[in-house]
C-alpha cells in the first residue's frame, strides 16, 4: 500500500460524457502528478501539482483538466469521452519536487475508465 | 529531457541475477536515475534511485558508470513474482516524467 488514495476503482461511461477522478496523496506529500497507461501508449505523463499550483504540463488534452485543492487532494476532470480515453489512471505523489533530493513517487492503484 | 533506451524483454530463472542495462546518452548534470517496478493493473512502484556510483537497498542494486550515460538495475536471485515490467527514467527534480516503454522480465520456474 503507496499510502495514495485513487477514487472511483473502476468507471464505465458512455461517450461524450464527464467524469471526475479523485487522488488523495500520502500524508505530507505535497505534489501530485496525473499519468495516462493505455494498451498502445505506456504510461503517459499528464501534469503535475505542487501544493495547489500548476507546475508541469505533459501530453494532456484540451478536454482534460486539472485541480489540487487546500487538502492537497487532487482531482482529474474528463469531458467530451471518446473510446481512445479508455485507460488506466494513475495518480502518484511525492514530498517535494524543489527539494535537493530527487524523490521518488508513489503511485495509487489507479482508476480504470472505460468508454463506450 | 533525457530519452532512455532499456531491452523491450528479458528471460530469466528462479534464483538467478538479473541487469538490466539503460541508456541515456543525454543525461543533464542534475538529472537522477531511478527505476520503478509495475504489475498488470497496478501502479508503478519505486526501486531505487541514484545519481553515481553505486547504490543498494534491500530490494536492488544500481550501478552508474562514471559518464553516467547508462546504468545497470541488478535484481539479486529473482523469484517468480519479480516477473513485471521495469522502467528506467532520468529525472530532474520530478517535472514532465517520461516513462519509456520499459524491460518486461519474465521470470521461469
Known amino acids: 500500500d503507496s499510502g495514495v488514495t485513487q477514487t472511483p476503482k473502476h468507471l464505465i461511461t458512455a461517450t461524450g460524457q464527464r467524469v471526475t477522478l479523485r487522488c488523495s496523496p500520502r500524508s505530507g506529500d505535497l505534489s501530485v502528478y496525473w499519468y495516462q497507461q493505455s494498451l498502445d501508449q505506456g504510461l503517459q505523463f499528464l501534469i503535475q501539482?505542487?501544493?495547489?499550483?500548476?507546475?508541469a504540463k505533459g501530453n494532456i488534452l484540451e478536454r482534460f483538466s486539472a485541480q489540487q485543492f487546500p487538502d492537497l487532494h487532487s482531482e482529474l476532470n474528463l469531458s467530451s469521452l471518446e473510446l481512445g480515453d479508455s485507460a488506466l489512471y494513475f495518480c502518484?505523489?511525492?514530498?517535494?519536487?524543489?527539494?535537493?533530493?530527487?524523490?521518488?513517487?508513489?503511485f495509487g492503484p489507479g482508476t480504470r475508465l472505460t468508454v463506450t | 529531457l533525457a530519452k532512455t533506451t532499456q531491452p523491450i524483454s528479458m528471460d530469466s530463472y528462479e534464483g538467478q541475477e538479473v541487469n538490466i542495462t539503460c541508456s541515456h546518452n543525454n543525461i543533464a548534470t542534475n538529472d537522477y536515475i531511478t527505476w520503478y517496478q509495475q504489475f498488470p493493473s497496478q501502479g508503478p512502484r519505486f526501486i531505487i534511485q541514484?545519481?553515481?556510483t553505486k547504490v543498494t537497498n534491500e530490494v536492488a542494486s544500481l550501478f552508474i558508470p562514471a559518464d553516467r550515460k547508462s546504468s545497470t538495475l541488478s535484481l539479486p536471485r529473482v523469484s517468480l513474482s519479480d516477473t513485471a515490467v521495469y522502467y528506467c527514467?532520468?529525472?530532474?527534480?520530478?517535472?514532465?516524467?517520461?516513462f519509456g516503454a520499459g524491460t518486461r522480465l519474465f521470470v521461469k520456474a
Open positions: 527514467l532520468v529525472m530532474a527534480g520530478g517535472f514532465k516524467t517520461i
Open positions: 501539482y505542487y501544493n495547489g499550483e500548476e507546475r
Open positions: 502518484a505523489s511525492s514530498v517535494d519536487p524543489e527539494g535537493l533530493a530527487r524523490p521518488e513517487q508513489y
Open positions: 541514484g545519481y553515481k
